[in-house]
T-cell receptor, first 112, second 111 residues
Framework: AQSVTQPDIHITVSEGASLELRCNYSYGATPYLFWYVQSPGQGLQLLLKYFSGDTLVQGIKGFEAEFKRSQSSFNLRKPSVHWSDAAEYFCAVGADDYKLSFGAGTTVTVRA | NAGVTQTPKFRVLKTGQSMTLLCAQD?????MYWYRQDPGMGLRLIHY???????AKGEVPDGYNVSRLKKQNFLLGLESAAPSQTSVYFC??????????FGDGTRLSIL
């Protein structure tokens, strides 16, 4: 069975500081991995995805994520956070994007 | 440029009432999904469809039924609503080889 763990429920970061959100997955084969962002009252928006190839993936809004097979991780990073990055972030894993399992989410608060 | 549209956006029901949530997509996607989102639990898959006329159970299907009579629509039904079904419901669709596109959600409260 596939599953995702996001160890951090809530992270507070200063505007302009770097951000890293952790994601650990459990899956028997090479997974399809995704990061989504959800602003309050909105649906989920895809930030980036990993299917195969280069393990460092670039996404929208200046985000990137690195797939590390040995650590079963797919951590999301942003070098300099903007106030508009305050949102909830979800990591997801799937066999082929057919059916996804989502983590519980990490809420990011940005302080001025 | 509608994408995935969910109707209604908000609804309050009494225990035992029935209702249907509608999801419509205008992208000609083959796959459609219904999720529920609860605090601290992320999104959990209720039912999904891989094409018109087909449906399948997800992780938490009990108490829900679905239908996909037309390719562009995926309906989620609650036959007898229970307070445990208070949640935010999201619909998503996708085509082969592409990520899921999500609607803005339906907030459902059951009293």
């Amino acid at each position: 069975a596939q599953s995702v763990t996001q160890p951090d429920i809530h992270i507070t970061v200063s505007e302009g500081a770097s951000l890293e959100l952790r994601c650990n997955y459990s899956y028997g084969a090479t997974p399809y991995l995704f990061w989504y962002v959800q602003s309050p009252g909105q649906g989920l928006q895809l930030l980036l995805k990993y299917f195969s190839g280069d393990t460092l993936v670039q996404g929208i809004k200046g985000f990137e994520a690195e797939f590390k097979r040995s650590q079963s991780s797919f951590n999301l990073r942003k070098p300099s956070v903007h106030w508009s990055d305050a949102a909830e972030y979800f990591c997801a894993v799937g066999a082929d994007d057919y059916k996804l399992s989502f983590g519980a989410g990490t809420t990011v608060t940005v302080r001025a | 440029n509608a994408g995935v549209t969910q109707t209604p956006k908000f609804r309050v029901l009494k225990t035992g009432q029935s209702m249907t949530l509608l999801c419509a997509q205008d992208m000609n996607h083959e796959y459609m999904y219904w999720y529920r989102q609860d605090p601290g639990m992320g999104l959990r898959l209720i039912h999904y469809s891989v094409g018109e006329g087909t449906t399948a159970k997800g992780e938490v299907p009990d108490g829900y039924n679905v239908s996909r009579l037309k390719k562009q629509n995926f309906l989620l039904g609650l036959e007898s609503a229970a307070p445990s079904q208070t949640s935010v419901y999201f619909c998503a669709s996708r085509s082969t080889g592409h990520p899921q596109h999500f609607g803005d959600g339906t907030r459902l409260s059951i009293l």
